[in-house]
């Protein structure tokens, strides 16, 4: 599987969007991008993922450029129940049995007030 | 429907004491995983199922033994605690989809080893 590239830490004003980057420059084609995030002390939980298309959920939207190579997360109106570390991670569509995601250091976001 | 469920919640042992920690999960799915992590660190997996009656080693799976007790129901052991497994251990399943294969997790355990 592929690795990524996130910055260590953001900051988002409450209500407006947060916008959380990741470089994945060595994608492969049948490669999903996933996006979780884990609230202090809590399990990770899945927020969105994509093949090429952009997605949106009732969580969040993905934008996924041309080339693969990189994408965004948006959070359209973050609250403080958002600040969570944000972990971006790239994963084969035919993994078979190589189940092992790669799980960087994400991105600490902090929403403040 | 409760998802993914873990038990106990914390455990404090003392070195060369032995524990298993359970985890269940209600959503039928045929994968499951451990994974631990440590302060300021992503998650690394230990054992994973891929499925009931079968289970790989993962990253850091050296003091650890797993079961698939049936397709609920995966459970972690530990031999004889060390405190380099002081940690908090995370279970999640997944179910392979045309669309992917996203892992739903449990809350946790905290262990800590003396």
């Known amino acids: 599987d592929a690795k990524t590239t996130q910055p260590p830490s953001m900051d988002c004003a409450e209500g407006r969007a947060a916008n959380l980057p990741c470089n994945h420059s060595t994608i492969s084609g049948n490669e999903y991008v996933y996006w979780y995030r884990q609230i202090h002390s809590q399990g990770p939980q899945y927020i969105i993922h994509g093949l090429k298309n952009n997605e949106t959920n009732e969580m969040a939207s993905l934008i996924i450029t041309e080339d693969r190579k990189s994408s965004t997360l948006i959070l359209p109106h973050a609250t403080l129940r958002d600040t969570a570390v944000y972990y971006c991670i790239v994963r084969s569509r035919n993994a078979g049995n190589n189940r092992k995601l790669i799980w960087g250091l994400g991105t600490s976001l902090a929403v403040n007030p | ?114």
């Open chain 2, 1 to 114: 429907n409760a998802g993914v469920t873990q038990t106990p919640k914390f455990q404090v042992l003392k070195t060369g004491q032995s524990m298993t920690l359970q985890c269940a999960q209600d959503m039928n799915h045929n994968s499951m995983y451990w994974y631990r992590q440590d302060p300021g660190m992503g998650l690394r997996l230990i054992y994973y199922s891929a499925s009931e009656g079968t289970t790989d080693k993962g990253e850091v799976p050296n003091g650890y033994n797993v079961s698939r007790l049936n397709k609920r129901e995966f459970s972690l052991r530990l031999e004889s605690a060390a405190p380099s497994q002081t940690s908090v251990y995370f279970c999640a399943s997944s179910d392979s989809t045309s669309s992917g294969d996203t892992q739903y997790f449990g809350p946790g355990t905290r262990l800590t080893v003396l």
